[in-house]
């Protein structure tokens, strides 16, 4: 829609006073009075409105401007959907329940350390749920770790590596299509680009976790262990059959098959496999891909896992994105952002430090609004025209807003998800960081490859 005539492009005043008051809003409202994000978004979303419409912009202009900004993310929300139905599927058809089974069975004491960074990465990578992998695996690990004498804040930071490192490359994550969404690049070229740095990280953790444990070899008392593997094997078969899905779906990524149908076929393999192998019925099947799994396992650790997924499990994460993408797009048409941009652009004189740029405002953006969804959407507007009038390519500033949000968030003792890790684990968050190697191994790597010109597409159409 065209504009009046009449609009008034915003000053630098106006806009930091906006970006501030978003953050002061969310914050003060999240931290100190524990309010529910979403509804703090649709009061910052009516008051930028309103300092809109002052500007000159009608509703009509405003409505637009939302519609344009979820148009451009209509198929990064649809992923949310099937993402839902997707996890529903993999623990129905018994698949996620098959890969904790054997990650734990693998796990003795002379590498726990390791091996538990590993289960922890596995788990989350296949769920996409760093909160989940905590609540699990992370406590049955620091059950198991008491017994050797390992020190709880070592175990919760490789617990918290682990479920950082898929919540930050796994498709089925949300931040992950999230920040595929914000750059506005495909998912499979995203998490192509993130490999490229925390691949070479999670090697770098892994060996680090192995020195550190290397001295923990004592025998500890393995029923913590055994209840689980006792519980998944009476609730589910446990077969290599099962893991039929993943490999389909990671050798449909490998050979580049379009997402959505890829992740398609996922979910109705998993299902054939629900059906035939598990016992699911086929109405209980189609029901449990939008309601999630509801099930008693007779283990409540195991119950916290597979009790999950379905189309509605993913509705919150949905509505968060929903609302923060239509502030998204009032800021974008008016120029609110452009106008900050504006004040430090010129600046940024090489690609490390648009790197280093877009890793800080991530970290301050968890900070300030205490939720990692919001920085990244917010941090993607902010720096998409930047990086493009850089010629550096979008899987690049993709891969940046997750360092700097998804790795950032568990470290920031107020964020949400700095605050569940602490609560579930039982650790303070100051207390796990110096053991959280790859939150930060992963960033630092980016930075050096940046500034060294290595894993930096320059040219958006040949970085498929």
Known sequence: MEGTGKERKPGIGVSAGVFLGILLVLSVGIAVFKMDVISLLVLCLIGVSGISMYLGYTMDELFDAMAVSLKNAAVSLLFFIIIGMLVASWIAAGTVPTLIYYG????????????????????????????????????????????????????????????????YLSPMSDTTILASQAAQIDLYRHVKSMALTVIPALVIATAVFAVMGSGYNNAYDAATTNEILTSLNSAFVISPLTLIPVVLVLVLSA????????????????????????????????????????????NAMVDTLVNRGGIQGMMW???????????????????????????????IRNTG???????????????????????????????????????????????????????????????TCGAFMAGTLGVSTLSYIPYAVLCYTAPALSIVCAFAGVAIYKNSKKAA
């Open 317 to 347: 994460t949905f509505s968060l994105a929903f609302v923060a993408l239509l502030l998204s797009g009032i800021l974008e048409r008016v120029g609110y952002l452009k106008t900050l941009v504006a004040t430090f652009a010129g600046k």
């Open 353 to 415: 430090c648009l790197v280093v740029a877009t890793y800080l405002t991530g970290i301050v953006g968890c900070m300030a609004m205490a939720e990692v969804y919001l920085s990244i959407i917010l941090n993607g507007s902010l720096y998409r025209e930047i990086y493009e009038e850089k010629k550096v390519d979008p899987a690049v500033l993709s891969r940046t807003l997750e360092e700097g949000a998804t790795l950032s968030g568990p470290l920031v003792p107020w964020t």
């Open 104 to 167: 734990l069975g693998f796990i003795t004491p002379g590498m726990f350390l390791p091996l538990g960074f590993l289960a922890c990465c596995a788990t989350a990578f296949v769920t996409g749920t760093s909160w989940g992998t905590a609540g699990t695996i992370g406590i049955a690990l620091l059950g198991m770790g008491s017994g050797m004498g390992v020190p709880a804040p070592m175990i919760a930071g490789t617990v918290v590596s682990g479920a950082a490192f898929g919540d």
């Open 255 to 298: 050979i580049k098959f379009p997402s959505i149908p890829a992740l398609l076929i996922g979910v109705f393999t998993g299902g054939l496999i629900a059906v035939v192998q598990q016992g699911v019925s086929l109405v209980d099947f189609v029901n449990l891909l939008n309601n999630g799994i509801h099930m008693d396992t007779g």
